[in-house]
T-cell receptor
């Protein structure tokens, strides 16, 4: 079946460094959503991208949808401790297909 | 407006026992779904429903049953629990289901351990 590959699995950063996670699909996607899950919590919706080449920003978070609608990225500038958690992409075609998530870890 | 509620929060079962995980939403959403999340993994779809009386299988349906008699409720039944079903279970709802780009609202989860 359709899969969405999300990389990396983990990213360790110093507070203040940037963070990026990528999602890739072998097929064209109708749209893609991004969610954040805090440790011990449930996924919470961040944003959805629908148009080819779309870029959306939420404060320090930048979301991109590729021109071919087969890939997407989430970039966080100057990470803070409040950014800790796992970030998931979810691609919507016939079903909602989830990436495995990228865990953002702030180095002590 | 409570959103999506799930009970219980935690559950320990013995192999072979059955139980029902409850899920309810008060947002009048048509689409509801059940996921399981295993450590370090993403969400895998178990069953979903596009409206009252309509359910269908997801990616990992074996060992689970669902029903949708009302718009609000979507219980998940474990028929005969196995250790492989130890996981965190999330219920989610949205007004529209895929392929529509519609926000999924998640419940707080049920942490199930099968001994």
């Amino acid at each position: 079946g359709q899969q969405v590959m999300q990389i990396p699995q983990y990213q360790h950063v110093q507070e203040g460094e940037d963070f990026t996670t990528y999602c890739n699909s072998s097929t064209t996607l109708s749209n893609i959503q991004w969610y954040k899950q805090r440790p011990g919590g449930h996924p919470v919706f961040l944003i959805q991208l629908v148009k080819s080449g779309e870029v959306k920003k939420q404060k320090r978070l930048t979301f991109q949808f590729g021109e071919a609608k087969k890939n997407s990225s989430l970039h966080i500038t100057a990470t803070q401790t409040t950014d800790v958690g796992t970030y998931f992409c979810a691609a919507s075609n016939y079903q909602l297909i989830w990436g495995a998530g990228t865990k953002l870890i702030i180095k002590p | 407006n409570a959103g999506v509620t799930q009970t219980p929060k935690f559950q320990v079962l013995k192999t072979g026992q059955s139980m029902t995980l409850q899920c309810a939403q008060d947002m009048n959403h048509e689409y509801m779904s059940w996921y399981r999340q295993d450590p370090g993994m993403g969400l895998r779809l178990i069953h979903y429903s596009v409206g009252a009386g309509i359910t269908d299988q997801g990616e990992v349906p074996n060992g689970y049953n669902v029903s949708r008699s009302t718009t609000e409720d979507f219980p998940l039944r474990l028929l005969s629990a196995a250790p492989s079903q130890t996981s965190v279970y999330f219920c989610a709802s949205s007004y529209l289901g895929p392929p529509a780009a519609d926000t999924q609202y998640f419940g707080p989860g049920t942490r199930l351990t099968v001994l």
